[in-house]
């Protein structure tokens, strides 16, 4: 979902938040969205999801001057918080349709948020688009001293599956920002290529093939004439 929608803003990506219950995925939003943390947040139920609204002069300013494109154009975040708990994933997984980003998350303090990660992949990969951009989070990391999960191991499984990688703390805000920018500026990545290669395509089809050569003289009641005796 990436697209022109309303005079409000220029264009919408959907990204997922996706992960095992209690990884700190809601926080993780409401850090992002809204600069909040609550220690106190429940498990989500089905899915919710916050908006926020970018200018390209402000928060994505890397992200837009990548192309020097679409200067002052505003872009919406709308980044879905699933529910971790086996019931709802079967809510969940229409939810993924659409959806241009994905951010994977394990708690750094629980190995098996770790080794669930395959599971979500896999999960993830039958029911969005081929394209989508992922990337793995290793959250809390303000609890190094609980640590279960070394970074080298986020990083050498993310490098595995062709995933970009960071460990984030929504307590202290670390790499909160940073991880949605990476992925909008991934997402961005792939569009110019696809409205680059769709304009070089319409540029193909508009102008006459080169290298052919038509002979005019050549159709059925064109055929060449002997010359006539006298």
């Given at each position: 979902m990436a697209h022109r929608v309303d005079h409000e803003y220029d264009y919408l990506f959907k990204i997922v938040l996706i992960g095992d219950s209690g990884v700190g995925k809601s926080n993780i939003l409401s850090r992002y969205t809204r600069n909040e943390f609550c220690l106190e947040s429940k498990s989500t139920?089905?899915?919710?999801?916050?908006t926020r609204t970018l200018q390209a002069m402000g928060a994505l300013v890397v992200v837009w001057s990548l192309a020097n494109l679409v200067e002052g154009k505003t872009v919406k975040a709308q980044i879905w918080d699933t529910a971790g708990q086996e019931r709802y994933r079967a809510i969940t997984s229409a939810y993924y349709r659409?959806?241009?980003?994905?951010?994977?998350?394990?708690?750094?303090?629980?190995?098996?948020?770790f080794d669930n990660?395959?599971?979500?992949?896999?999960?993830?990969?039958?029911?969005?688009?081929?394209n989508i951009v992922i990337m793995m989070a290793g959250n809390k990391s303000d609890l190094n001293h609980l640590r279960a999960v070394s970074d080298d191991d986020g990083r050498s499984?993310?490098?595995?599956?062709?995933?970009?990688f960071l460990e984030t703390?929504?307590?202290?805000?670390?790499?909160?920002?940073?991880a949605f920018q990476t992925i909008l500026t991934e997402i961005y990545h792939i569009i110019s290529k696809k409205a680059l290669a769709a304009q070089e395509a319409a540029t193909n089809t508009a102008l006459p093939?080169?290298?052919?050569?038509?002979?005019?003289?050549?159709?059925p009641g064109n055929a060449k004439k002997g010359c006539c005796s006298t």
């Open positions: 139920i089905g899915v919710e999801f916050a659409g959806a241009v980003g994905a951010l994977l998350v394990y708690d750094i303090t629980k190995r098996q948020t990660v395959q599971r979500w992949l896999r999960e993830l990969r039958d029911h969005a688009d081929s499984l993310a490098e595995r599956e062709g995933l970009s703390s929504a307590l202290e805000a670390t790499n909160i920002e940073k093939g080169q290298g052919t050569t038509i002979n005019v003289n050549d159709g």
